[in-house]
């Protein structure tokens, strides 16, 4: 087997999930600048290849916009993947480690809740739901 050929259908089926959520990819730091430039609330989901974005994260992800507040925007960067990208997403969760998976919600370009990796690949899809929809229904 191919490791490079399964990884790399393991990272199109990560980022295929997040884009059939609603979720757009922000693959530059350019675009994740533009991003954090709009006014209202944005969500930014760290992806990873991890079994806890795969088994939690990336449900939650979907399963939390079943909500009456859900916010304005909704992004994504791929840690590991689009690295430059990350990282300058990362500069904007200010205070916080960086931690993937992780959801960050901002609100004109400023961090106001963080679900880091800790508070995801121990918990159910519904607990780390809960944290969002509860971040949502506050912020949103």
Do not use: W
């Amino acid at each position: 087997m191919d490791f490079n050929l399964f990884m790399k259908d393991i990272v199109d089926q990560a980022r295929r999930e997040m884009r059939d959520s609603g979720y757009t990819e922000l693959t530059t730091p350019e675009e994740v600048d533009e991003a954090m430039k709009k006014q209202g609330t944005t969500l930014v989901m760290v992806n990873s290849t991890c079994g806890c974005a795969g088994g939690v994260a990336r449900p939650a992800a979907y399963y939390a916009l079943k909500n009456d507040k859900k916010p304005d925007h909704l992004v994504t960067v791929f840690a590991g993947q689009d690295r430059e990208a990350t990282e300058q997403a990362r500069t904007y969760f200010t205070g916080y480690p960086p931690s993937s998976p992780s959801f960050a919600l901002m609100k004109d370009g400023k961090i106001v809740e963080m679900i880091a990796r800790n508070d995801i690949e121990s918990f159910d899809t519904e607990d780390v739901v809960k944290k969002l929809q509860d971040a949502f229904n506050q912020h949103c």
